[in-house]
């Protein structure tokens, strides 16, 4: 089934640690996104790719780093958690970065850090 | 500033009770509005995309209409499995590039 698969589903992890969620997608989509959804802030961009080989920062990107070797993959990487990082983690495709392009969403990482 | 104001907060309707959910939007040139559904748990599920004022689109219950300053979502004659959080966002320049900019969503519960 084409779409976004995101792993972990969920994630308990200690602060200091370091994490890689990771974002596949299979419908040949350049532009691929990182958000966060906290509660009372909605849906915020951490990192963005518009094509394989090139990374953005988006509005939140202190504490990120994302990666983008080949067309398919895009992981987020948090070096050293927080707390402040606890938040549900949304990978996004589009076909193109060019506007407007629909954004689809994959089902998400729910991560604590503790 | 780019921004995207929903109202309701949450919203609780008996079955077949027909209703609208408001998107008022402050964006710098409107590229694209869109509608999102959200499952407890889930990924935001894409809708519809609306491009200009006066636009409609229709799936089934659902039908979203925009004007110059917001957009609205109708819901007629819902259905319980129509309970879900609808996000609204617009696509706003960024740095070269694009971005969704989200309001807060609307908690729809259809009651049967």
């Known amino acids: 089934i084409a779409g976004i698969t995101q792993a972990p589903t969920s994630q308990i992890l200690a602060a200091g640690r370091r994490m890689t969620l990771r974002c596949t997608q299979d419908?040949?989509?350049?532009?691929m996104y990182w958000y966060r959804q906290d509660l009372g802030l909605g849906l915020r961009l951490i990192h963005y790719?518009?094509?394989?080989?090139?990374?953005g920062k988006g509005e939140v990107p202190d504490g990120y780093s994302v990666s983008r070797a080949n067309t398919d993959d895009f992981p987020l990487t948090l070096a050293s958690a927080v707390p402040s990082q606890t938040s549900v983690y949304f990978c996004?495709?589009?076909?193109?970065?060019?506007?407007?392009?629909?954004?689809?969403f994959g089902p998400g990482t729910r991560l604590t850090v503790l | 500033e780019d921004q995207v104001t929903q109202s309701p907060e949450a919203l609780r309707l008996q079955e077949g009770e027909s209703s609208s959910l408001n998107c008022s939007y402050t964006?710098?040139?409107?590229?694209?509005l869109f509608w999102y559904r959200q499952d407890p748990g889930k990924g935001p599920e894409f809708l519809f995309t609306?491009?200009?004022a006066g636009e409609e689109k229709e799936k089934e219950r659902l039908k979203a209409t925009l004007t110059k300053k917001e957009s609205f979502l109708h819901i007629t004659a819902p259905k319980p499995e129509d309970s879900a959080t609808y996000l609204c966002?617009?696509?706003?320049?960024?740095?070269?590039?694009?971005?969704?900019?989200f309001g807060q969503g609307t908690r729809l519960t259809i009651n049967p």
């Open positions: 964006v710098s040139g409107l590229r694209g």
């Open positions: 966002a617009v696509q706003a320049p960024f740095q070269g590039a694009q971005k969704l900019v």
């Open positions: 790719s518009n094509t394989a080989g090139t990374t």
């Open positions: 996004a495709s589009s076909v193109t970065a060019s506007d407007p392009d629909t954004q689809y």
């Open positions: 609306l491009y200009s």
């Open positions: 419908m040949r989509h350049n532009a």
